[in-house]
C-alpha cells in the first residue's frame, strides 16, 4: 500500500485531521483565550467556552470543510458560543483586541509578579499558588481577568484597561487591594 493510498483510509484521514487541528489550535489557542477572557461574565464559563469553540472547529474540518482564516473562525465561534451564554449581543459587537506581548512597563507592579512567579518553584509555595488562583477564581470576576491578563500574559496595565474597556487606575486599584489581601490571607 503506498503513503496516498493510506491518507485514504480512516485512519490516515483522521491523523491528517488530528494534525491540522492540533497546527491551528497551538497558533490560536492563546489568542482565543484571552478574547473569550476579556468578554466572559462569569470566569467559570471560560474554559468552557474556548472548549466550544475548539469542538464547533473540528467538527467543522472533520465534515470536510475548508477554514482559509482559523483565527477568525474561532473568533466568531467564540463570539456565538459568548452570545449564546449570555444573551448579550451588544456587548459582543466590539472588534478582537490587539494583544501586545512587550515586556510590562509598570515597575509598581514587577517586584510582585516574581513574588507570585517564583511561588511556584516548590511544592508547598505551589499549594499557595493553587490556593490564591482559586480564590481570584471564586471571587470577583473582574479582577480575575485582571490578574489574568497581567500575571499569565503579561499586558501593560493600559492595555488591559482598554481590553476591559475601564480605566486604566480600576486596574490598579484592584490589582493593589487584591494583593493586600492575598497578602494578608495567605502571608506571603
Request: aromatic share 12%.
Amino acid at each position: 500500500m503506498t503513503a496516498s493510498e493510506l491518507n485514504k483510509t480512516p485512519g490516515g484521514i483522521l491523523a491528517d485531521l488530528e494534525r491540522e487541528f492540533n497546527l491551528i489550535y497551538d497558533s490560536t489557542y492563546h489568542d482565543i483565550y484571552r478574547y473569550v477572557l476579556s468578554k466572559a461574565r462569569n470566569a467559570g464559563d471560560i474554559d468552557d467556552i474556548v472548549q466550544n469553540a475548539y469542538l464547533n472547529l473540528y467538527h467543522r474540518l472533520k465534515k470536510g470543510g475548508e477554514i482559509k482564516e482559523p483565527l477568525k473562525y474561532l473568533v466568531k465561534t467564540a463570539k456565538h458560543e459568548i452570545y449564546k451564554n449570555y444573551k448579550v449581543f451588544g456587548r459582543l459587537e466590539k472588534n478582537i483586541p490587539v494583544f501586545s506581548k512587550s515586556e510590562s512597563g509598570d515597575e509598581n507592579f514587577d517586584n510582585l509578579e516574581l513574588e507570585l512567579l517564583n511561588e511556584e518553584k516548590d511544592e508547598i509555595s505551589g499549594l499557595i499558588l493553587d490556593e490564591i488562583w482559586g480564590f481570584l477564581k471564586n471571587g470577583d470576576v473582574l479582577t480575575y481577568k485582571i490578574f489574568i491578563l497581567y500575571f499569565e500574559y503579561e499586558e501593560k496595565l493600559r492595555d488591559i484597561a482598554e481590553m476591559l474597556g475601564i480605566k486604566e487606575s480600576t486596574v490598579k486599584n484592584r490589582l493593589f487591594r487584591t494583593l493586600k489581601i492575598i497578602r494578608e490571607k495567605y502571608d506571603v
